[in-house]
């Protein structure tokens, strides 16, 4: 079974930044596309941003464009969330998901369209 831990979290000040980290085991990794979704409370997930298996596209939610960044190292088999400029709305536990994909696949921005789900990692904005 596929492994997804995510690391990073934390308490910061609007304005701030973080990074969060994925590790990802027990998959090949380059097969996969690679997702950061968020969740809050009474809400249920909602897409971040995605990247495609070869590294070459990535997408973002409207909410978080020119503010964060995906990216993904093969060789250490993880993903990353760069969050810069973080605001109060951004306050959410963050998930790191994966997808099998063919090189030629569409971008997924929905939450069940990911086969493998990491535990979360909190972060929380303060104004």
């Known amino acids: 079974q596929a492994q997804l831990v995510e690391s990073g979290g934390g308490l910061v000040q609007t304005g701030d930044s973080l990074r969060l980290s994925c590790a990802v085991s027990r998959l090949t990794f380059s097969y996969y596309a690679f997702a950061w979704f968020r969740q809050t409370p009474g809400k249920g997930r909602e897409f971040v941003a995605l990247?495609?298996?070869?590294?070459?596209?990535?997408d973002y939610a409207d909410a978080v464009k020119g503010r964060f960044s995906i990216s993904r190292d093969n060789d250490r088999r993880m993903t990353y969330l760069q969050m810069n400029n973080l605001e109060p709305e951004d306050t959410a536990t963050y998930y790191c998901?994966?997808?099998?994909?063919?090189?030629?696949?569409?971008?997924?921005?929905?939450?069940?369209?990911?086969?493998?789900w990491g535990q979360g990692t909190q972060v929380t904005v303060s104004a």
């Open positions: 990247i495609t298996r070869s590294g070459g596209t990535s």
């Open positions: 998901a994966a997808k099998r994909t063919i090189l030629t696949a569409p971008l997924y921005r929905q939450e069940g369209e990911y086969e493998y």
